[in-house]
């Protein structure tokens, strides 16, 4: 389906939606810019009528640029749902057109995360703060027994002035076994090498996961292979990771160590000592800064013990 600048999409009574123009596209989908319209009442007159375009709500239409399995109640019921998640954008509407249904989301402007090695502070830290919170992403999907179904940059897009976004919600499903949250935590793990070190990072690619197909309840679902990083660096203490700590203080040093010392975490010690999942990596082995991290280490200690995994 494509959309044209001046398109109106109406939704039903008083939802209407003007396309500005195309926005970025992924594999599945197109996204355009578009206007949410609204009415206003005048003091002496009954009758609605359209708000200036000044006056309207910046929202992306998502599109269905292939022929493909959409399971648009599984993604907006179990994974846009989740409150405590950060990078989910806002739901605004779902529009039934007779090419398909058209998902409204907020605009969440800003590029995809770029990959390369960094020596800004200001961005480094950043990406540090970046890197931390999509740790906790995972955790809210896997408190859920949900999966991304892979990792990559061009998943996310920033804004350097404001938020980041997840937005491949369409891929997450849930987790059939625990070795997928496990290779998640992996997955995680060369995201941060390639957003913070680039080609410094030196790295042997792992085996790439088949692809799985998933039946049941929550209709067909697609795991896509990711790239395990393999044993060539297991740990950052490099003359990189020293030079680049040097130039962080405060908040920014803080979250900049954290973020190595889970990258160590993933790869270090025997196998049966690393992380499980991100609720796992997140709690330890030591605690984790602020109250979302000791959120989750509650929860995932309750999960623990329902499940019958702990005393």
Known sequence: MNLTPGQRLIGGERS??????????????????????????RPTDPILYEADPDESLGVLLRVLAVTAPCDLQFELERVLSIPEAPGLPLPVDLLDTPDGPILVLTDCGGEPLPAGSVTDPGTLGRRARILREILELLAAFHGRDLVTGG????????????????????????????AMLADEVGDWRSLAFDLL????????????????????AAGPR???????????????????VAALEQ?????????????I????????G????????????????????????????????????LRGGGP
Not at 247 to 259: M, T
Not at 261 to 268: L, Q, Y
Not at 274 to 300: C, N, Y
């Open 151 to 178: 990792l990559a940059l061009g998943d996310f897009r920033e804004d350097p002035s404001g938020p980041w976004w997840f937005l491949r919600t369409d891929r997450v499903m849930a987790s059939w076994t625990p």
């Open 16 to 41: 209407a939606y003007d396309v500005l123009g195309p926005a970025f596209e992924v594999p599945e989908y197109h996204f355009y810019r578009a206007r949410k319209v609204f009415w206003n009442l």
């Open 222 to 240: 697609v795991r896509v292979g990711g790239r395990i990083p393999g044993p060539s660096r297991p740990d950052l203490a490099g003359p990189e």
């Open 261 to 268: 010392s889970r990258m160590n975490r993933c790869v270090g």
């Open 247 to 259: 130039s962080l203080a405060g908040r920014d040093l803080a979250d900049f160590r954290w973020v």
């Open 197 to 216: 070190f680039g080609q410094l990072a030196e790295r042997s690619p792992g085996p790439s996961r088949p692809e799985l197909d998933g039946d049941g």
């Open 270 to 305: 025997p196998p049966a000592a690393r992380p499980t999942s991100a609720f796992d990596l997140i709690r330890g082995p030591i605690a984790a800064p602020g109250p979302v991290g000791s959120l989750w280490s509650t929860l995932d200690s309750l999960r623990q013990r």
